[in-house]
């Protein structure tokens, strides 16, 4: 379910723990629906979905500059044990997610997006992306949090996107 690496390097890469299980909540859906995970980066971007084709906010996106990323391309089938081995699985990809950050995506700026990555954010922060990594505060910008609006107000500053 992972989106092919881009042609050109983006000013800030998100990256989040998993890719959504739920079609529309994955960015790079075709469908177009924007709920969730994506219509929350979307709004953090700045980029408004509506009458707009699921290409046409594709590519809004990207000019903006922005692509999406996560530390593991598929969905975490079962939910509940997402939870206890989702800092396993997720520090097993770590190498290859920083590899592929420094080789392809080649963005001046690398943001977590969602709490999961907390729990390995030591080792995260450790390796070699070739930019730096922006943190909320010394956290992940948890968009999949209970204070979702602040945290995308605090995002929508870093990155600099006006509100929509």
Known sequence: MGHAA?????PHTFSGSASPQKQEEFLYSPN???????????EAAGVSTAGKTA?????EFQRA???LTHVL????????AATTALPSLMEQRLAAVAVRIRRSLKP???VLISRAPETIL?????????????????KP???????????????????????V
């Not at 177009?32 to 979307?42: I, V």
């Not at 290409?55 to 590519?59: F, G, N, S």
């Not at 080792?123 to 930019?131: D, I, N, P, W, Y």
């Open 6 to 10: 881009p042609a050109r390097s983006y």
């Open 32 to 42: 177009g629906e924007f709920q969730g995970e994506a219509d929350t980066l979307l």
């Open 55 to 59: 290409e046409a906010v594709h590519a």
């Open 65 to 67: 500059g922005f692509f």
């Open 73 to 80: 391309e598929c969905p975490v089938e079962n939910e509940s």
């Open 108 to 110: 001046k700026r690398v």
């Open 122 to 138: 030591e080792k995260f922060v450790a390796l070699e992306l070739g930019c730096p990594l922006v943190l909320d505060d010394g």
């Open 141 to 163: 910008f948890a968009l999949d949090g209970s204070e979702m609006r602040k945290t995308v107000t605090r995002l929508r500053g870093v990155v600099g996107t006006p509100a």
